[in-house]
């Protein structure tokens, strides 16, 4: 019987520390994934913006960076993984994500 309970009390220790660090690696992956899914957006939105040569301050649409047909700058639409809709903004703006994370972390290191 103290055998089991030894057992029980080791695996609790372990899931104890277990269990919070895999949920903070899920949500940093997930942050990360938005975050580069941003990037890809700035590019796309960019690489438009100077082939059309268009002022800074032009904002494509969805449609002229990921065209029905898969022939834009990106192959498909970028689908946040938590649920969030990203808005692309003007060339001279960074796109964003509905739930909060924009490309300037990347530049800020965050």
């Given amino acids: 019987m103290v055998e089991i309970m030894f057992t029980v ?9 277990a ?10 992956a997930v942050r990360k994934s938005c975050i580069s899914n941003l990037h890809k957006i700035d590019w796309a ?23 029905d047909n898969g022939t834009g700058y990106l192959r498909s639409v970028p689908t946040c993984n938590s649920g969030g809709v990203y808005t692309i903004n003007p060339g001279n703006q960074f796109p964003v994500c509905s739930n909060g994370a924009t490309e300037q972390h990347i530049i800020g290191g965050d």
């Fill in 45 to 67: 939105k960019d690489a438009y913006i100077m082939d059309n040569h268009l002022y800074l301050d032009a904002e494509p649409t969805p449609a002229q960076l990921y065209p």
């Fill in 9 to 17: 009390f080791i695996i609790g220790i372990l899931l104890s520390v």
């Fill in 19 to 28: 269990v919070p660090n895999f949920i903070q690696a899920r949500r940093q």
